[in-house]
């Protein structure tokens, strides 16, 4: 996927231009191709982004450790506001009071916008922090019973095990 050139929205039908695509996106071990479509929409100050995209991944379970496929579909939709210091970091202060309105992403008039990087945001936004294979899914069992002692050097700390108060 190329990346957009913003000002060449403002030529498109309705300042809209939308992308299908199913590709393997870089940095993202995924089952089958990442598919789905893009629409970016420049509205004078800023961009409106929305997507539907959908692909399957293999997550390993944080409770048993198996691996398990996990449908990962997403809908997300985004402001991007245009602003001219936005690619130019150093022109801000060191230090300066950040209210909550003003936490959002930026790119300049002139840019660059990467729908592959945003893609790849969402989906890495959007995966589960906790990673279960299943609702009940118990977690690594505990061994039932010591081993047999392979090893008759072990056997005199076995003894000791077997006087200590359970």
Known sequence: MDAI?????????????????????????????????????HRGT???VSASVETI?????????????????????????????????????IEQEVSMEELVEMLPPQGDFDPQGWIY?????????QKHCREDCQGISPAESSPPIADSRWAALQQLKGQLPS
């Open 57 to 93: 991944l293999t997550l390993t379970c944080d409770r048993c450790l198996q691996q398990y496929n996990y449908r990962l579909k997403i809908q997300p939709q985004e402001l991007i506001w245009l602003d001219e210091r936005a690619d130019r970091p150093d022109d801000f202060p």
């Open 121 to 129: 945001e969402q989906l890495c936004l959007a995966l589960p922090a």
């Open 46 to 48: 800023y961009l409106e």
């Open 5 to 41: 050139h913003i000002p060449s929205l403002l030529k498109a039908p309705e300042s809209t231009e939308t992308l299908q695509f199913r590709e393997f996106i870089p940095g993202l071990e995924t089952l089958m191709p990442v598919r789905g479509a893009i629409e970016v929409a």
